[in-house]
């Protein structure tokens, strides 16, 4: 139990285009998804706690209008990367839970932004 | 505070030896603290939790130690074996609003030699 998915897994896509990935939750509802950014030989850094139905809740320094987050049912939350730039080039994680604290992560998409 | 590496750390054991990762955390308001493995080009996967009411919690050949008094948490890895070989982060979790939003640590590197 307890499975995330992310897809896509890899994607590549030219400067100034955007990129949508999405996270879902396979065998549980999941009421909060959180998306992650972690850049090579570094840490997992949370960029956004998002609720189902509400806005998303950003950290400090994260811009809400280069990276959109959907959060509209229990098992789908996706991330847009706006106008993408070479330095978006990352790997993104999501994860998910339920009533409990314990986050159930996605397997992450890695993005190539040329 | 918020995690920020730029070099991993590297423990390098031999097979069948016990492996010992420390990581220290910050916010004494803790309660629920989490080990993740992460393997190249993956999400983080589950190992082990342990809430602030326990300074010791044992699963299958991995144990969490965990020490308040000086905020410092270990995960000990009985007979290693070259499937260990992966990156290892600890979470602290933190309450804000009702949501349960995770602080990575830095992360540790687990090389196991044959």
């Known amino acids: 139990g307890a499975v995330v998915s992310q897809h896509p897994s890899r994607v590549i896509c030219k400067s100034g285009t955007s990129v949508k990935i999405e996270c879902r939750s396979l065998d549980f509802q999941a009421t909060t998804m959180f998306w992650y950014r972690q850049f090579p030989k570094q840490s997992l850094m949370l960029m956004a706690t998002?609720?189902?139905?509400?806005?998303?809740?950003?950290e400090q320094g994260v811009e809400k209008d280069k990276f959109l987050i959907n959060h509209a049912s229990l098992t789908l939350s996706t991330l847009t990367v706006t106008s993408a730039h070479p330095e978006d080039s990352s790997f993104y994680i999501c994860?998910?839970?339920?009533?409990?604290?314990?986050?159930?992560f996605g397997p992450g998409t890695r993005l190539l932004v040329l | 505070g918020e995690s920020v590496g730029l070099h991993l750390p590297t423990l390098s054991v031999q097979e069948g030896d016990n492996s010992i990762i420390n990581c220290a955390y910050s916010n004494s308001a803790s309660d629920y603290f989490i080990w993740y493995k992460q393997e190249s080009g993956k999400g983080p996967q589950f190992i082990i939790d342990i809430r602030s009411n326990m300074d010791k919690r044992q699963g299958q050949r991995v144990t969490v130690l965990l020490n308040k008094t000086v905020k410092h948490l270990s995960l000990q890895i009985a007979a290693t074996q070259p499937g260990d070989s992966a990156v290892y982060f600890c979470a602290e979790t933190v309450s804000t609003s009702g949501t349960y939003k995770y602080i990575f640590g830095t992360g540790t590197r687990l090389k196991v030699l044959a």
């Open positions: 998002s609720n189902e139905g509400s806005k998303a809740t950003y």
């Open positions: 994860s998910a839970n339920s009533l409990q604290e314990t986050q159930y």
